[in-house]
């Protein structure tokens, strides 16, 4: 089912991403008959896949754990549009009221700032290799080579199937004297370049995906962190603490913790 009249939102890059956290009622669900219960699953599991089939888009699962939400979903899709339309059946798909939303956030993925750019790369090989020396030419050739991979998974990102994924929406502090945005851009790069040295520290461990809100929810990013293992993610969250940027800047929104299940076993783990 698609709205074919109206137009799509597409932004001019990258993907939208929405959360969605709910609780189940499970005392709506026991009402339903076993042939109502098993409709509602189909139901839902129809549509996973037709979500998964729709182009450029991608939709992982979550089981909660913790009472704070049972079932969670994460959706990257160009369109917003469909984004909406996706998440209104989503939200009806095991009928009428049995999933109530606890949470959701809006963000879209985006490049970074910060990264090191083609002029500030080229300026530093200069001094290094002299211009248009061979060494010269290949470094550049490479550094376009990285870059283009290094923004097209920032912007068109793979979601991992690795089992935890951590959430939590973050903004930068705007207190007097404490004011990422007064700050100037070279000093804001400055720090950002000790962030990173810091999450490079957990490559293979953590894989983040940062998308931004501003203007499109209540805080500033949403903070998608995938791992292995909670160790990590509690590792990496408790050493970034540390880290100006995170130490001085950030204010952070609710976590929440979930395990990425195959539909099957997501109705198996909330007994539905
Ligand atoms: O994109 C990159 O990997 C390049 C470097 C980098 C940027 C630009 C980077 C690296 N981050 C960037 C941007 Mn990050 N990050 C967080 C959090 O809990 C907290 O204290 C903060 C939440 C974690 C855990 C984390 C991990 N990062 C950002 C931004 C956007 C800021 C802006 O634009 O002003 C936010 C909000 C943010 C927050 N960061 C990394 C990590 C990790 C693990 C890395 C290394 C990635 C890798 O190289 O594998």
Redesign the pocket.
Known sequence: MSDKTIDPVVPVEGRHVLHLFYKIEYSLWQLFTRDEQLKAKTNLSTLVQEIRAAPSTQLILLSIVSPKADLGFMLLTPDLQMANQFEKRLTQALGPDVCTSVFSYLSMT?R????TNEADFAATLREETGPGTVEYETALADYRKRNAK?LQD?LYPNLPAWPVVCF?P?S?RRNAGQN?YALPFEE?KRL?GG??R???K???K???L?T?STGLDDG??G?T?FAHDTYDIKG??YE??F?P??AEY?D?GEFYIGLQLPLDELFRRLQL
């Open positions: 985006e970074s700032e910060y990264t290094y920032r939590y973050m930068k990422w804001r950002m962030h990173a810091v999450g490079r957990w490559h293979g953590i894989l983040q940062i931004g500033e990013w903070v962190l990496i969250v970034m603490r880290d940027v995170s950030a952070f």
